[in-house]
């Protein structure tokens, strides 16, 4: 079930524990990965003096960057084979493990050049090296049939009317993530016994995931937890394209329908007739009358034995105790097999339907005489599924999945396994690392300059969150050169969801050509006054030329139309139309820049373009150089697990396809 090493290790490293003892010392005493990763902002870029590029990186660097292509050094940062350099470099080689004595002999000497150039300066081979030697392995290897305990190993596709709105990329998640969830719980009952009778999804958005394990041949029952209730709307809509559920017809004397809508005959018009094959239904008693014009009223889902279900549970998911949830599914199973809660502030009448009418309509919430309900099958209308209830299970075990939670959710996710004696296992793949709080407060930088780029990072670094980053007390408690505990800012967090391994040509220049924009433009507010150069006073506080003239409300831009980007002029009128709708500072700024003319608008292109490839250099090490810091995140999080009294079991493996889906580490945790 688990896989051999807990951690997907680099190569070089043959244990979890001397990697992660590795991991803590160089991401703690390296100050250029400190500054690429949190310690510098590319809107700072063209208004530091001396300019960040220069200031950053060394000038061994800085000289032998200017002798390439930036496709060069992209290739160099993360796809070029090290080992052409020397037999030191033989530990981390991005693929399959090196063996460093076989390669030893063959090389007596560094190369002298390198694709019609010197070769990289020695101290920028180290750091390469380092950072592929600390970023874990994210290689992704399907489970392998003789290796499954699931009989559903061999069916991977997905039916096509699961499918239905989701990408590519989507289907590849949802396909892979669920044949791994259906292995896993499979393990579990074999190993220790314990049958996963729900599944809860953390998140469940739209339900892809949910709805692909409830249908064939998974036939989980899930129960999916969303805050929106649009989304829960959409998914229930998607349910019936899947065939999880059907649409409820209704039956009606159109003419006195009609009249009841303008008010007449009101207290003797007869409620609409659902109809159904089942034999039982829940039905609303007479006098309750929906006023609506629909001829569907919400999916219909049909609960047989040996089939899977689906269940929607709005909620705001704001720690990992889970009492609000799974109380409502255990109270469910301890209540009377024949009848279910009612819903809102309608009684509800279980009656028998006979040639597709019920043969009771009385005004009672009563179950009328007769034989009940088969435990086999029970229809349940689209207002009701919430009260659902599994039947014939004595008790409940959960498994909580989540597929790319945002922030801390995966952190809630984790947490549940622990809080809730009921939650028997966890599976989560995290995303949105941005979106993630911090628990110690703001970190610290070894330079002064190299501060938070903005006012909401200052707050959102100093909030102390005790359900942020980091988890574990190995990482809370580590004591470094620079203080106690393991930070980082949302730069950081914020740089660890690129994905520049997948960059091609086209969007590595799209990539740089924005960044080139908006710091240029960052440049023209700065010189009309709109933002001010940061003072001694802001070094410490954490202030910004970000901030909004010194009143710390950050100009945010955010995304343009397309258009926008067809050249830096373009760009500035459209950016200047957004800030413009700002209803606080709009006014201001536009009064400030309304005497700025296209040909200043050239000229400020003109004059900096030199540093459009300094600034792509940064970049690119920066979005290189967050691996790590993904990596040290998963591990914060794996490491809270192991840290558990109650966790038995807990690793980290690659659930996806790198080039598919990035963000491709599962984190799962088994309890005793």
């Known amino acids: ?98 063996n460093k004595e076989c390669h030893a002999d063959s090389y007596d000497a560094k190369p002298s050049s390198w694709r019609g ?42 039916a096509r009317h699961v499918t239905v709105g989701m990408k590519p990329k989507k289907v590849h998640e949802v396909e892979n993530f669920a044949r791994y969830v259906d292995d896993l719980t499979a393990n579990i009952t074999q190993n220790s016994g314990t049958e996963i009778t729900h599944i809860v999804d953390f998140g469940s958005g739209q339900n892809y995931l949910g709805r692909a394990l409830a249908g064939k041949p998974y036939s989980k029952h899930m129960i999916a937890i969303e805050s929106k209730q649009l989304n829960i709307n959409g998914a229930k809509s998607m349910d019936m394209t899947a065939k999880l559920a059907k649409k409820e017809k209704v039956m009606r004397n159109k003419k006195e329908f009609r009249s009841l809508q303008t008010g007449r005959n009101a207290d003797t018009i007869a409620p609409a007739l659902p109809t159904t094959k089942a034999s039982w239904l829940y039905c609303k008693p007479v006098g309750v009358v929906e006023n609506n014009h629909s001829k569907s009223q919400g999916p219909v889902y049909t609960f047989s034995k040996g089939t899977g279900s689906v269940r929607y549970i709005e ?133 002064p300059t190299l501060r938070p780029p903005n006012a909401r990072v200052d707050r959102t670094s100093s909030a102390c969150d005790p359900h942020g980053f980091p988890m574990s007390e190995r990482l809370a408690t580590y004591h470094h050169m620079h203080g106690e505990g393991v930070r980082l800012n949302i730069t950081a967090r914020m740089m660890a969801v690129q994905a520049p391994q997948n960059w091609t040509a086209a969007d590595s220049e799209a990539f740089f050509t924005r960044h080139f924009f908006r710091a240029l433009f960052q440049r023209i507010l700065l010189d009309r006054g709109v933002v001010r150069k940061p003072s001694a006073a802001d070094e410490t506080v954490g202030g910004s030329p970000r901030g909004w003239n010194g009143k710390d409300q950050p100009i945010i831009i955010g995304s343009l139309r397309k ?55 940064v970049w690119s090490l920066m979005a290189f150089s967050a691996g790590v810091v993904e990596s040290l995140i998963v591990v914060d999080r794996w490491l809270f697990l192991k840290e558990q009294k109650e966790v038995e079991n807990c690793w980290v493996e690659a659930v996806f396809d790198y080039k598919q889906s990035p963000r491709n580490l599962v984190v799962v945790g088994i309890k005793r």
Request: contains cysteine; charged residues 20%.
């Open 1 to 98: 079930m688990a896989p051999t090493s807990p951690l997907p290790l680099p190569d070089g490293f043959w244990d979890a524990d001397s990697y992660v003892e590795s991991l803590l010392d160089f991401t703690s005493s390296s100050d250029l990965f400190q500054k690429l990763c949190g310690g510098v902002h590319i809107l700072d870029f063209m208004t530091q003096e001396p300019d960040l590029y220069s200031t950053v990186l060394p000038m061994s660097w800085r000289q032998w960057f200017l002798t390439l292509e930036m496709a060069d050094i992209l290739d160099l940062l993360m796809r070029e084979d090290l080992l052409q350099f020397g037999p030191e470099y033989a530990y981390y080689n991005g693929g399959e493990r090196e």
């Open 117 to 158: 150039v010197p070769s990289p300066p020695d101290s920028l081979l180290e750091y390469i090296r380092n950072i592929r030697g600390h970023s874990l392995n994210r290689e992704f290897h399907p489970i392998p049939k003789e290796d499954s305990v699931s009989s559903n190993v061999k069916r991977l596709a997905l």
């Open 315 to 447: 909620h705001d998911i704001q720690n990992g105790d889970l009492t609000a949830v799974t109380d409502q599914i255990t109270a469910g199973q301890s209540a009377s097999p024949h009848l279910l809660p009612s819903h809102s502030h309608h009684e509800y009448a279980l009656v028998p339907i006979r040639d597709g009418r019920p043969d009771d309509l009385r005004t009672t919430s009563k179950v009328p005489h007769g034989p009940p309900p088969s435990s086999s099958q029970v229809s349940v209308r689209g207002p009701l599924d919430r009260e659902m209830k599994e039947y014939d299970e004595p008790s409940s075990k959960f498994m909580v999945i989540s597929l790319h939670s945002c922030g801390n959710l995966l952190h809630h996710g984790i947490r549940s396994l622990v809080l809730n004696p009921s939650v028997a296992a966890v599976a989560l793949v995290g995303c949105c690392y941005n979106l993630v709080t911090e628990r110690l407060g703001p970190p610290t930088y070894k330079l």
């Open 563 to 617: 258009h926008c980007y067809a050249s830096f002029t373009t760009y500035v009128h459209g950016a200047l139309v957004k800030l413009a709708e700002d209803p606080e500072s709009g006014q201001v700024i536009a009064e400030k820049v309304k005497s700025l003319a296209d040909h200043e608008i050239e000229d400020y292109e003109k004059t900096y373009y030199r540093n459009k490839k300094e600034l792509s250099i």
